[in-house]
């Protein structure tokens, strides 16, 4: 059923609500319905975090649509503070103006959600911070989909457990640890080295590392306490600081050199870890 009060900032209820009010009203019988994902759904949200959303469509974007979508992201990436009508007059918590350029999210053909298949056109993302959106596969995730699937919220449609098949736990496991190994690939990008990526890459660590050990997907602040719990006792410091240092980066920025290579030990700690919890959990092929 439609949350009318899907999170617990009437600002941003105001900008959820013209987001998904102007995505009907140009997709017409196009249009399937509007879900948050994300750290809204799973708890946890704060100003640090993306406004994850995703729309749900019949077929794919049309010329038409796809050039109104986009005049939409434009000018509510521009409200700057300036509400929607409907919008009470917000208490001014965390920070109002920064939501519209935070919005994040994929306009999702619905057969293409339902399951994961073969090699396909990659739907059109809006990516935090952009005004435009571009074909990424980005969402196109067990993770993004048992997300939606388990703790979605929904904004307008039917309910996101009608749309999705049930993600079986060992596919979602090989997945997160295809993505630990893939990250560890992209290392010298500079996102990564970076005083945004240095924080973001423990802080995602060791939240793919229970998502490995529990088979459910919990928010970065979750994962943090869980290493802190479970992990060896060495890297304790180093997750402590990451969560510190989160959200007070910028990618421009280097990061410091002694935290990245520690960052680096630790990668290569949890993907080692990674291996022991699924040879635990699969059993090797007969």
Not at 28 to 45: E, R, V
Not at 51 to 57: C, G, N, P
Not at 101 to 118: C, H, I, M, N, V
Request: hydrophobic content about 35%; charged content about 25%.
């Amino acid at each position: 059923m439609p949350s009318l009060h899907p999170t617990p900032y009437p600002a941003l209820n105001g900008l959820l609500r013209e987001l998904a009010n102007g995505a009907r009203t140009i997709l017409g019988d196009n249009f399937t319905g509007a879900y948050l994902q994300g750290s809204l759904a799973i708890g946890d949200f704060d100003e640090h975090s993306d406004i994850d959303f995703l729309i749900v469509i019949e077929e794919e974007l049309t010329d038409a649509q796809l050039s109104a979508l986009q005049s939409l992201h434009r000018r509510l990436y521009g409200l700057g503070g300036r509400y929607p009508p409907d919008c009470p007059t917000p208490t001014r918590i965390l920070a109002p103006d920064h939501w519209e350029t935070s919005l994040e999210g994929t306009y999702f053909p619905r057969q293409l959600l339902k399951r994961p298949g073969p090699a396909r056109v990659r739907p059109w993302y809006l990516d935090n911070g952009s005004t435009t959106l571009e074909r990424s596969d980005h969402d196109d995730t067990l993770v993004v989909r048992w997300t939606l699937r388990e703790r979605g919220i929904t904004l307008a449609g039917p309910a996101p457990r009608s749309l999705i098949d049930p993600i079986p736990d060992d596919a979602m496991r090989q997945e997160v640890r295809a993505t630990m190994h893939l990250i560890e690939t992209l290392l010298a990008d500079s996102f990564w080295n970076s005083r945004f990526g240095q924080p973001f890459a423990v802080l995602t660590f060791c939240r793919m590392l229970q998502t490995l050990a529990t088979g459910t997907i919990t928010s970065k602040r979750a994962g943090a306490v869980w290493g802190r719990e479970k992990l060896d006792r060495q890297w304790h410091g180093l997750i402590e600081r990451a969560w510190n240092a989160r959200g007070h980066g910028h990618v421009s920025e280097p990061a410091d050199p002694n935290e990245f290579a520690r960052t680096r030990e630790f990668i290569r700690y949890a993907i080692a870890e990674s291996d022991r919890l699924l040879s635990a959990l699969i059993p090797p092929l007969q």
